[in-house]
């Protein structure tokens, strides 16, 4: 199994950035093939925010676009979005997630315990 840390959440005035880091355990990993932040409000569903493939590809939900930067770090198998001018609206969990194969050939999807981000004045 794959276990994914994150670090980074916290509060922060509206305008502020954060920075949110999540590695994935070496342990049984072959490769990843790509990685992700996804989040979570009160009485919402949980939502993409950005992604980044093995190609570096990225993708970026609309409401964050400009704001967010994904990156990967191979070596670490790990996975940062900076997020700059933030908003209220971006008050949510933050979960990392990773699409692993593992050594055992096994491919499948594993997720964060979350990071509480929180935009107020």
């Known amino acids: 199994q794959v276990q994914l840390v994150e670090s980074g959440g916290g509060l922060v005035q509206p305008g502020g950035s954060l920075r949110l880091s999540c590695a994935a355990s070496k342990r049984n990993i072959l490769s990843i093939s790509s990685m992700g932040w996804y989040r979570q409000a009160p009485g919402k569903q949980r939502e993409l925010v950005a992604a980044i493939t093995s190609q570096m590809t990225t993708t970026y939900a609309d409401s964050v676009k400009g704001r967010f930067t994904i990156s990967r770090d191979y070596a670490m198998n790990a996975v940062y979005l900076q997020m700059n001018s933030l908003k209220s609206e971006d008050t949510a969990v933050y979960y990392c997630?990773?699409?692993?194969?593992?050594?055992?050939?096994?491919?499948?999807?594993?997720w964060g315990q979350g990071t509480q981000v929180t935009v107020s004045s």
């Open positions: 997630n990773t699409d692993a194969i593992l050594m055992t050939g096994q491919r499948s999807t594993y």
